[in-house]
């Protein structure tokens, strides 16, 4: 069973809004989590499990299965984001900046 399966089980009866509340991320990190888009943290794992009165017990898979992962939108954009910082590291953009010239296609 993957994680995105059992996330919506054990979630049980709570809203998405409630259970996120509970584990401390937003209602739209959750919706990724459930839909196999974002893994969670280890951290937010270890909330899961407080709340729901479960072990936590983790499985490692092959090193090739997490790479062949495609990035999601907001992943993409923090790479192009970081590889932009490092071309132009004496001028004054901050990372904001440049999300928002992505965002705007003036990049």
């Known amino acids: 069973m993957e994680i995105a399966e059992v996330l919506k089980e054990l979630r049980g009866d709570m809203t998405k809004t409630e259970f996120s509340k509970v584990i401390g991320c937003s209602q739209s990190i959750l919706s990724m989590y459930e839909k196999g ?24 898979r092959e090193k090739e299965q997490v790479e062949n992962r495609e990035d999601t939108k907001e992943e993409k954009v923090d790479k192009e984001i970081k590889r932009l910082s490092k071309l132009i590291p004496k001028q004054k953009v901050t990372e904001e900046d440049m999300a928002e010239m992505i965002k705007n296609g003036e990049w």
Do not use: V, Y
Request: net charge negative; hydrophobic share 40%; charged share 25%.
């Open 37 to 60: 888009e974002r893994l969670p943290p280890i951290p937010t794992l270890q909330k899961i499990a407080d709340a729901t009165n479960t072990e936590l017990i983790i499985e490692f």
